[in-house]
């Protein structure tokens, strides 16, 4: 191929779907009076993953298709959740206590004898699961069916957090008792779960005293099953739901951090939003802002997909840039949003908003700005959602306090100490105080809200 005197090695989906196209029609023209199913499961019970090199059962199923053996199977199993599912499918569960899951496999015998199969769980990886299985042998009457119980158990303190995406996985194996057991063709189906573990971690804020400054307490607890972490912002903007879109947004949020130089200051925006996405990239999320004061926007700020800016294609990979109004210039820094969640935290630093021959953000000449958003459903036809209101925010001198962190375990509970600037409240009013937590269920417990009103 291409030098014409030898092979390639190629991999990738144009390489794959003709192989089981391929194979579809061997094991049709084997069992012409099969069920579209039934030619379906028979192709994924027989797949091994030893032809697979790096197997993982989320990337490989059941493994590489084998015709040779689809064409020789007369027993099928699938999953009784779906007609057309083989894998038993456990979903995405985020974990407020340990997860104890059912599932039914249905074993079919088109052949004129009845087959045996030992029962047993192979290939499991993940997070630590065990799975329990109603026999350890099973016979399929001809011409008849066989049923097998599943039960999958993941303990909530180890599923994992939102810090990496986690997975539950593995096949439940069904190997011929003989050589005569469905002429000794061994069948395989995936199971599957995505777990997130819950932290439940919840803020109170005391009353503030009375001061020119007026300070007060915020009482952080966790009553959860993991660690949670509560990170404190300004709370900025709310909007009411409008629909199950991802990109529904429901709170802004920004808190700032000093850098070596007194001038610059890092800035995150934290968006929330009413409902989980599986990946933030789906989404686009613009935060217009004005940084003259002149009521119109000088930057936007942008959370979106690495790879549609750089490439043109989509690389799963959520960033921010920063792009002029007046020049179309761009910058990028980083961005934090986990998979299954429905926070996304935009990085920038105050010189990205101060580009050259162009407005600036000045820590002593301009040093507050004004922000707004509208975001973005890229993938799935939702309307775009533009923000109500305007928010104001100083990243070197806050109306309150924001920055504040604290990790809670399990029954926990932390202080953390806010005040009022009063006089910057004046100028950049917040609505209070936004306490991210991501490992909260998602949607608006990822972001609690609380009013402050010095």
Same mark, same amino acid.
């Given at each position: 191929?291409?030098?014409?005197?030898?092979?390639?090695?190629?991999s990738?989906?144009?390489?794959?779907?003709?192989?089981v196209?391929?194979?579809?029609?061997?094991?049709?023209?084997?069992?012409?009076?099969?069920?579209?199913?039934?030619? $379906?499961?028979?192709?994924?019970?027989?797949?091994?993953?030893?032809?697979?090199?790096?197997?993982?059962?989320?990337?490989?199923?059941?493994?590489?298709?084998?015709?040779?053996?689809?064409?020789?199977?007369?027993?099928?199993?699938? &999953?009784?959740?779906?007609?057309?599912?083989?894998a038993?499918?456990?979903?995405?569960?985020?974990?407020?206590?340990?997860?104890?899951?059912?599932?039914? !496999?249905?074993?079919?015998?088109?052949?004129?004898?009845?087959?045996t199969?030992?029962?047993?769980?192979?290939?499991?990886?993940?997070?630590?699961?065990?799975?329990? !299985?109603? $026999?350890s042998?099973?016979?399929?009457?001809?011409?008849?069916?066989a049923?097998?119980?599943?039960?999958?158990?993941?303990?909530?303190?180890?599923?994992?957090?939102s810090?990496? +995406?986690?997975?539950?996985s593995?096949?439940v194996q069904?190997?011929? %008792?003989?050589?005569?057991?469905?002429?000794?063709?061994?069948l395989?189906?995936?199971?599957y779960?995505?777990?997130?573990?819950?932290?439940?971690? &919840?803020?109170?804020?005391? $009353? !503030?005293?009375?001061?020119?400054?007026?300070?007060?307490?915020?009482?952080?607890?966790? $009553?959860?099953?993991?660690?949670?972490?509560?990170?404190?912002?300004?709370?900025?903007?709310?909007?009411?739901?409008?629909?199950?879109?991802?990109?529904?947004?429901?709170?802004?949020?920004?808190?700032? +951090?000093?850098?070596?130089?007194?001038?610059?200051?890092?800035?995150?925006?934290?968006?929330?939003?009413?409902?989980?996405?599986?990946?933030?990239?789906?989404n686009?999320?613009?935060?217009?802002?004005?940084?003259?004061?002149?009521?119109?926007?000088?930057?936007?700020?942008?959370?979106?997909?690495?790879?549609?800016?750089?490439?043109?294609?989509?690389?799963?990979?959520?960033?921010?840039?920063?792009?002029?109004?007046?020049?179309?210039?761009?910058?990028? +820094?980083?961005?934090?949003?986990?998979?299954? &969640?429905?926070?996304?935290?935009?990085?920038?630093?105050?010189?990205?908003?101060?580009?050259?021959?162009?407005?600036? !953000?000045?820590?002593?000449?301009?040093?507050?700005?004004?922000?707004?958003?509208?975001?973005?459903?890229?993938?799935?036809? %939702?309307?775009?959602? &533009?923000?109500?209101?305007?928010?104001?925010?100083?990243?070197w001198?806050?109306?309150?306090?924001?920055?504040?962190?604290?990790?809670? %375990?399990?029954?926990?509970?932390?202080?953390v100490?806010?005040?009022?600037?009063?006089?910057e409240?004046?100028?950049?009013?917040?609505?209070?105080?936004?306490?991210?937590?991501?490992?909260?269920?998602?949607?608006?417990?990822?972001?609690?809200?609380?009013?402050?009103?010095?």
């Amino acid at each position: 191929m291409a030098s014409g005197a030898g092979g390639e090695f190629l991999s990738g989906t144009s390489m794959a779907s003709p192989h089981v196209a391929g194979a579809a029609a061997l094991t049709r023209q084997a069992h012409p009076a099969w069920s579209v199913a039934d030619v $379906k499961a028979a192709i994924v019970n027989t797949g091994i993953p030893s032809g697979v090199g790096d197997y993982a059962t989320s990337r490989g199923g059941t493994g590489l298709v084998q015709p040779a053996s689809s064409t020789k199977s007369q027993v099928v199993a699938r &999953s009784s959740s779906s007609p057309l599912g083989v894998a038993l499918n456990f979903g995405y569960q985020e974990l407020a206590r340990d997860f104890i899951g059912t599932s039914q !496999l249905n074993l079919h015998n088109n052949g004129s004898t009845p087959a045996t199969f030992k029962v047993t769980q192979a290939n499991a990886a993940g997070s630590a699961h065990t799975v329990s !299985l109603s $026999k350890s042998t099973i016979t399929v009457p001809p011409n008849d069916d066989a049923q097998l119980v599943v039960q999958l158990r993941v303990p909530a303190a180890t599923a994992g957090n939102s810090s990496g +995406f986690n997975e539950v996985s593995g096949l439940v194996q069904l190997t011929p %008792a003989s050589a005569s057991d469905n002429a000794g063709v061994a069948l395989r189906v995936p199971y599957y779960l995505v777990p997130h573990a819950l932290s439940a971690v &919840s803020t109170s804020l005391g $009353k !503030l005293n009375e001061g020119t400054n007026p300070t007060t307490t915020a009482k952080v607890s966790n $009553k959860g099953v993991i660690a949670g972490d509560a990170d404190f912002y300004a709370w900025g903007l709310f909007d009411v739901p409008t629909g199950k879109a991802t990109n529904d947004v429901r709170a802004l949020g920004v808190q700032s +951090f000093p850098t070596a130089d007194p001038d610059i200051a890092i800035m995150v925006f934290a968006v929330n939003g009413y409902n989980r996405w599986s990946n933030a990239s789906v989404n686009e999320f613009d935060i217009g802002v004005d940084v003259d004061g002149d009521g119109t926007d000088d930057y936007v700020i942008v959370g979106v997909d690495d790879g549609i800016v750089r490439a043109g294609d989509f690389s799963g990979v959520f960033n921010t840039f920063v792009f002029s109004v007046k020049t179309g210039a761009g910058t990028s +820094f980083t961005a934090s949003a986990p998979t299954d &969640s429905s926070t996304a935290l935009l990085v920038v630093e105050t010189d990205q908003l101060c580009l050259p021959g162009d407005k600036c !953000l000045s820590r002593t000449a301009n040093p507050r700005l004004s922000y707004h958003y509208t975001s973005y459903d890229l993938f799935h036809g %939702a309307s775009p959602k &533009s923000g109500t209101g305007v928010a104001r925010f100083n990243p070197w001198n806050s109306a309150i306090s924001q920055g504040g962190f604290a990790t809670v %375990a399990p029954r926990g509970s932390a202080s953390v100490p806010i005040q009022v600037n009063s006089a910057e409240w004046a100028l950049t009013p917040a609505k209070g105080v936004m306490v991210v937590t991501f490992d909260n269920a998602a949607g608006g417990p990822e972001a609690q809200l609380l009013d402050v009103a010095p």
